[in-house]
C-alpha cells in the first residue's frame, strides 16, 4: 500500500475530509456484476427457449428458475444499492443493510483487519475493551467464530484491504486522543 506525503496512508483523497465536513458515503458500484447479470440473463434466456420447443421440459423449467431468480437477485441489488451502504462520519461509521443498521463510534474501536475463510473476504473490527457490545445472536456469533466484532461485506468498490486502510485512516484520524 502506497501513501502519500501528507500522511494519507492510502493515497485516498476521500480520507482526507475533515472532522465537521459531510459524511462519506461509500455504495456498491451501480453495476459491480455485470457477468453475473449477463450469464443468469443467458441461461434463464436458455431454460425459455427450452421450454418454448418442448425439447426437454423439466431442464428448461428448472433452468428458467433458478437463473431467472437469479438475475432478479442480482438486478434487484442494483436497484436497492442504497440499502447497501457504508456512511463514514467524524464520530462513528453507519453499516446499512436492508435489515439492519448498525452505528459504531470510532472512539470504541481498537483496530479493524481482513478475515476471510474460504472464498469469503470480510472487513472487520474488534471493539476496545469496555465498549458497549451488542447483544445480537449475529453479533455473538461473530465474536465465537471470527473474534471480531462486527463484519462489512466488500461490496463498496474497495479490495479488501483498501478498506481497511480507509476505515483505520478514518478511525486514527477522528479518534479522540488517548482513546
Same mark, same amino acid.
Given at each position: 500500500?502506497?501513501?502519500?506525503?501528507?500522511?494519507?496512508?492510502?493515497?485516498?483523497?476521500?480520507?482526507?475530509?475533515?472532522?465537521?465536513?459531510?459524511?462519506?458515503?461509500?455504495?456498491?458500484?451501480?453495476?459491480?456484476?455485470?457477468?453475473?447479470?449477463?450469464? =443468469?440473463?443467458?441461461?434463464?434466456?436458455?431454460?425459455?427457449?427450452?421450454?418454448?420447443?418442448?425439447?426437454? =421440459?423439466?431442464?428448461?423449467?428448472?433452468?428458467?428458475?433458478?437463473?431467472?431468480?437469479?438475475?432478479?437477485?442480482?438486478?434487484?441489488?442494483?436497484?436497492?444499492?442504497?440499502?447497501?451502504?457504508?456512511?463514514?462520519?467524524?464520530?462513528?461509521?453507519?453499516?446499512?443493510?436492508?435489515?439492519?443498521?448498525?452505528?459504531?463510534?470510532?472512539?470504541?474501536?481498537?483496530?479493524?483487519?481482513?478475515?476471510?475463510?474460504?472464498?469469503?473476504?470480510?472487513?472487520?473490527?474488534?471493539?476496545?475493551?469496555?465498549?458497549?457490545?451488542?447483544?445480537?445472536?449475529?453479533?455473538?456469533?461473530?465474536?465465537?467464530?471470527?473474534?471480531?466484532?462486527?463484519?462489512?461485506?466488500?461490496?463498496?468498490?474497495?479490495?479488501?484491504?483498501?478498506?481497511?486502510?480507509?476505515?483505520?485512516?478514518?478511525?486514527?484520524?477522528?479518534?479522540?486522543?488517548?482513546?
Amino acid at each position: 500500500m502506497t501513501g502519500d506525503p501528507t500522511g494519507d496512508p492510502t493515497g485516498d483523497p476521500a480520507v482526507a475530509l475533515g472532522p465537521g465536513e459531510a459524511p462519506l458515503i461509500l455504495l456498491p458500484p451501480r453495476f459491480e456484476q455485470w457477468w453475473a447479470t449477463a450469464l =443468469a440473463a443467458l441461461f434463464a434466456g436458455l431454460g425459455l427457449m427450452i421450454v418454448i420447443r418442448d425439447v426437454e =421440459a423439466v431442464v428448461g423449467w428448472l433452468c428458467l428458475l433458478f437463473f431467472g431468480g437469479g438475475l432478479l437477485v442480482v438486478m434487484g441489488r442494483s436497484v436497492f444499492r442504497r440499502a447497501f451502504r457504508l456512511e463514514l462520519h467524524p464520530d462513528r461509521f453507519i453499516a446499512f443493510h436492508p435489515r439492519r443498521v448498525s452505528t459504531v463510534r470510532w472512539a470504541d474501536i481498537e483496530g479493524f483487519g481482513v478475515w476471510g475463510h474460504g472464498a469469503t473476504t470480510l472487513v472487520g473490527w474488534q471493539l476496545r475493551e469496555g465498549a458497549e457490545r451488542s447483544g445480537s445472536m449475529l453479533d455473538r456469533a461473530n465474536r465465537a467464530l471470527s473474534a471480531l466484532d462486527g463484519t462489512l461485506p466488500s461490496l463498496y468498490g474497495f479490495t479488501p484491504e483498501g478498506l481497511v486502510a480507509l476505515l483505520e485512516a478514518w478511525r486514527l484520524r477522528d479518534a479522540p486522543k488517548g482513546a
